[in-house]
């Protein structure tokens, strides 16, 4: 089989596709992975898979509907060179307007991998009612001829039933995220050093930075000796980013660290004593909850979509109500009450990402569907997957 996978960042590709890359690589299949820019170290590696890499040029976060109609073209120019048996994509446009060129090209094969709906689905944007339809009607035409469309959380399948985007009759598979590699991110044990409270994220607001950081002033009226880490890069074009000025007065008040981009998050999060992701951002299923998972770090995040999907509340982390800086700060109290507790949350932690979301059975999944499409025509695929949604 020829795989072509359509995405919106060249960096993902390794980061959070690799291991399904070397995967279908290792199969016996031909792969061509796409990006709208272009990383030699990312290019690098994926040569070294075997896989060829193909720019696919993208206004990743404008609006602007002649550049969309640029990148359709792009995407039209690539299906109809390659002729492939089956794409994958994830992320908004490649999701989108991929869809709209295998439509056009009248191939068959697209696979919708819906890491997350995002913004425009998130309560932050329930008054852009006109926006939310707008990009459904896309969505809606991008996956209308889709062989499967993954998704990370039966949140997200029921949210795209209501907005019109998916009907009863596509075939709709729920999977473990992106899955974790439990070999790569090894469990660590948890540092006998002042408790260190650690969030990944991308500093926007419906991501829960400022709630992180109220809830850090409150533990550290308790906990003085407490550290709050916040590890992640600036997103200066979305709506909901946040300032320079307010982090230089977060970091500067003593409330917050804030740790550059990584590559490697793992040395943070073997610093760390648990993991706090506050978001309420319409997320799938954050790769980074896996992480700490798999590293053995118990998890505080929000009772919303996707990010509740791996936490059982008192057996691995804790849930708390989105935009509560107080419930927050509740729960990180709560972390500090008994050490042997946590110590045996981080051993569940570490259990539920070897069971549940091992990176392995993530990819079997699939596979298994892929070639199922490639071998069956559109009304064998509904019969065979049908059990699956």
């Known amino acids: 089989m020829k795989i072509v996978m359509l995405s919106s960042l060249s960096?993902?590709?390794?980061?959070?596709?690799?291991?399904?890359?070397?995967?279908?690589?290792?199969?016996?299949?031909?792969?061509?992975?796409?990006?709208?820019d272009f990383d030699?170290?990312?290019?690098?590696?994926?040569?070294?898979?075997?896989?060829?890499?193909?720019?696919?040029?993208?206004?990743?976060?404008?609006?602007?509907?002649?550049?969309?109609?640029?990148?359709?073209?792009?995407?039209?120019?690539?299906?109809?060179?390659?002729?492939?048996?089956a794409v994958i994509a994830y992320t908004q446009k490649p999701i989108i307007y991929g869809g709209l060129a295998m439509r056009l090209l009248r191939l068959r094969g697209f696979h919708a991998l819906m890491s997350g709906l995002g913004y425009v689905y998130s309560p932050e944007a329930d008054h852009r009612w006109l926006l939310r339809r707008f990009v459904s009607r896309l969505y809606r035409a991008g996956v209308a001829r889709a062989a499967a469309i993954f998704v990370f959380n039966g949140d997200d399948r029921r949210m795209m039933m209501d907005n019109g985007i998916i009907g009863y009759d596509h075939h709709v598979i729920q999977i473990g995220?992106?899955?974790?590699?439990t070999a790569h991110f090894s469990e660590c044990p948890?540092?006998?050093?002042?408790?260190?409270?650690?969030?990944?994220?991308?500093?926007?607001?419906?991501?829960?930075?400022?709630?992180?950081?109220?809830?850090?002033?409150?533990?550290?009226?308790?906990?003085?000796?407490?550290?709050?880490?916040l590890l992640g890069r600036m997103e200066t074009e979305t709506p909901t980013g946040c300032k320079k000025d307010e982090l230089a007065e977060w970091v500067a008040s003593g409330l917050i660290e804030h740790l550059p981009e990584t590559r490697d998050v793992r040395p943070d999060l073997a610093k760390a004593h648990v993991f706090v992701l506050p978001s309420f951002y319409r997320e799938g299923l954050p790769r980074t909850l896996l992480e700490a998972l798999a590293m053995g770090r118990p998890v505080i995040t929000t009772d919303t979509p996707g990010c509740r999907e791996p936490v059982e509340p008192g057996v691995n982390g804790?849930?708390?109500?989105?935009?509560?800086?107080?419930?927050?700060?509740?729960?990180m109290l709560d972390?500090?009450?008994?050490?042997?507790?946590l110590v045996q949350m981080a051993s569940n932690a570490r259990r539920t990402a070897v069971e549940r979301y091992d990176v392995e059975k993530v990819n079997a999944q699939v596979v298994e569907c892929l070639h199922l499409s490639a071998r069956l025509p559109r009304a064998g695929v509904r019969q065979a997957l049908s059990g699956t949604r």
């Open 318 to 331: 804790w849930l708390v109500r989105p935009r509560d800086s107080q419930a927050l700060a509740n729960a």
């Open 177 to 181: 995220g992106s899955g974790i590699d």
């Open 190 to 229: 948890l540092p006998r050093t002042p408790p260190v409270f650690l969030m990944i994220a991308r500093l926007m607001r419906d991501k829960g930075v400022p709630e992180f950081v109220e809830a850090a002033r409150i533990v550290k009226a308790h906990h003085p000796q407490a550290r709050f880490q």
């Open 40 to 85: 030699p170290v990312i290019v690098s590696a994926l040569d070294r898979m075997g896989i060829r890499f193909r720019l696919t040029p993208m206004a990743r976060a404008g609006t602007n509907p002649f550049r969309d109609i640029e990148t359709l073209a792009h995407y039209l120019r690539l299906l109809r060179q390659e002729r492939p048996d």
């Open 335 to 341: 972390a500090l009450q008994d050490r042997a507790r």
């Open 11 to 36: 960096y993902s590709l390794i980061n959070f596709r690799g291991a399904l890359l070397r995967s279908l690589v290792e199969q016996g299949n031909e792969v061509v992975a796409c990006a709208p």
